[in-house]
Nanobody, 128 residues
Framework: QVQLAESGGGLVQPGGSLRLTCTAS????????MGWFRQAPGKEREFVAA????????PYADSVKGRFVISRDNAKNTMYLQMNSLKPEDTAVYYC?????????????????????WGQGTQVTVSS
């Protein structure tokens, strides 16, 4: 069983930065793809970024390209999302997730049903 816990969310002004952390436990974790998703009020959950054990990354969501950076520390079973130049439209609950496979494929990496385990989420609010 894998358990995930996100932290690092909060209130930040437009243009500011936050770093989210996902701490994980579980025997399967170290070899799996991990990802970040987000869900804004009234909207469906959407893909943000993902990363494999070796550091391979599929394309970021268009809305965050050039502003967000995903990374992971396998020794610590931890994944990060550095969010820069935040905008009000980045306001959402951010979730980390562990994928079903050790690799990503172009047609599925952004689909939430490709991920088996989810954290409880951390709220990010971007507002002046």
């Amino acid at each position: 069983q894998v358990q995930l816990a996100e932290s690092g969310g909060g209130l930040v002004q437009p243009g500011g930065s936050l770093r989210l952390t996902c701490t994980a436990s579980g025997t399967r974790l170290s070899s799996s793809v991990m990802g970040w998703f987000r869900q804004a009020p009234g909207k469906e959950r959407e893909f943000v970024a993902a990363i494999t054990w070796s550091g391979s990354k599929p394309p970021y969501a268009d809305s965050v390209k050039g502003r967000f950076v995903i990374s992971r520390d396998n020794a610590k079973n931890t994944m990060y999302l550095q969010m820069n130049s935040l905008k009000p439209e980045d306001t959402a609950v951010y979730y980390c997730a562990v994928g079903r496979t050790t690799y990503w494929t172009p047609s599925t990496y952004y689909k939430d049903d490709e991920y088996d385990y989810w954290g409880q989420g951390t709220q990010v609010t971007v507002s002046s």
